[in-house]
């Protein structure tokens, strides 16, 4: 049974950082792409970052650009998400997944971790 567990949620004032973490049981942790998705309430779930196969690549969405970053340590099978400047709008519960392949735009999602809530306030 594979297992994704995220930590590092909670509670932080405009402007802070946070620093999730996702570490994994998946074997060959290395060659897959991971991602970090956020659902708000009322929104539709949408992928903040990914992360390649090997590490060697990544994307984010525009509206984190410059302020999160996601890296990933495959000997501890973990991946990370390193978020500064936060904003009230990035209140969400934050997922990490994993993806079926290397690449994070040919593979699909197929492991998901329970989620943990980031709350900012103003």
């Known amino acids: 049974q594979v297992q994704l567990v995220e930590s590092g949620g909670g509670l932080v004032q405009a402007g802070g950082s946070l620093r999730l973490s996702c570490t994994t049981s998946i074997r060959a942790f290395r060659i897959y792409a991971m991602g970090w998705f956020r659902q708000a309430p009322g929104k539709e779930r949408e992928r903040v970052a990914a992360i390649s196969g090997y590490g060697g690549n990544t994307n984010y969405a525009d509206s984190v650009k410059g302020r999160f970053t996601i890296a990933r340590d495959n000997a501890k099978s973990t991946v990370f998400l390193q978020m500064n400047s936060l904003k009230p709008e990035d209140t969400a519960v934050y997922y990490c997944?994993?993806?079926?392949?290397?690449?994070?735009?040919?593979?699909?999602?197929?492991?998901w971790g329970q989620g943990t809530q980031v709350t900012v306030s103003s």
């Open positions: 997944a994993s993806y079926s392949s290397g690449n994070y735009y040919a593979g699909s999602t197929n492991y």
